[in-house]
């Protein structure tokens, strides 16, 4: 239990289906993330927030809309997805956005399969 | 950013002592080394993180060389449970702009 949940842990959808993803720290934590994990791929940073506000982009397409109404929670909004992005979505929190590598904690990933 | 390459694979027996060595050449100055744990379907978790020389915790020691240009986790005495795959990242503040490499698939044998 690192102290950050995401629901739901599985999820099944149609392409033309719109869907969200919810993460919840209870770490006080100012900074959240989202993470890609696609079958055989390296882990890849999607989004980043501190205090609300997105502080990064890494070049995700516009079918992914992240949201934080404030710093305990962080919602990815799924529409018209493609069977690709099927993968495991990580959440993440840290302190601050500037906080050394050791001090992010994961949730356990909502493993998404797009049909 | 710093690239890392580690072995894709590595087998070990129960017990033994299991080293995973991580290439860095282009590290800089203020860059840190991390590695990270992560079963299937769950999110990494933290194992130890050092700048230099030599750091140890209750998990696992890291070593560095002089030069910094590799590091080795070495997990004592593993067992079944450590069977996971193992990540080297290395990294400045902000450390959220890293790359995670494919890292290194340790399957603990009985």
């Known amino acids: 239990e690192t102290g950050v949940t995401q629901t739901p842990r599985h999820l099944v959808m149609g392409m033309t289906n719109k869907k969200s993803l919810k993460c919840e720290q209870h770490?006080?934590?100012?900074?959240m993330y989202w993470y890609k994990q696609s079958a055989k791929k390296p882990l890849e940073l999607m989004f980043v927030?501190?205090?609300?506000?997105?502080?990064e982009n890494n070049s995700v397409p516009s079918r992914f809309s992240p949201e934080c109404p404030n710093s305990s929670h962080l919602f990815l909004h799924l529409h018209t997805l493609q069977p690709e992005d099927s993968a495991l979505y990580l959440c993440?929190?840290?302190?601050?956005?500037?906080?050394?590598?050791?001090?992010?904690?994961f949730g356990p990933g909502t493993r998404l399969t797009v049909l | 950013l710093a690239k890392t390459t580690q072995p894709i694979s590595m087998d070990s027996y129960e017990g033994q002592e299991v080293n995973i060595t991580c290439s860095h050449n282009?590290?800089?100055?203020?860059?840190?080394i991390t590695w990270y744990q992560q079963f299937p379907s769950q999110g990494p978790r933290f194992i130890i993180q050092?700048?230099?020389t030599k750091v140890t915790n209750e998990v696992a020691s890291l070593f560095i060389p002089a030069d910094r240009k590799s590091s080795t986790l070495s997990l004592p005495r593993v067992s079944l449970s450590d069977t996971a795959v193992y990540y080297c990242?290395?990294?400045?503040?902000?450390?959220?702009?890293?790359?995670f490499g494919p890292g290194t698939r340790l399957s603990v044998l009985p």
């Open positions: 282009n590290i800089a100055t203020n860059d840190y």
């Open positions: 770490l006080g934590h100012n900074a």
């Open positions: 990242l290395v990294g400045g503040r902000p450390q959220w702009n890293f790359v």
């Open positions: 993440a929190s840290s302190q601050e956005v500037e906080s050394l590598l050791a001090s992010q904690f």
């Open positions: 050092g700048y230099k």
């Open positions: 927030y501190s205090l609300e506000e997105r502080v």
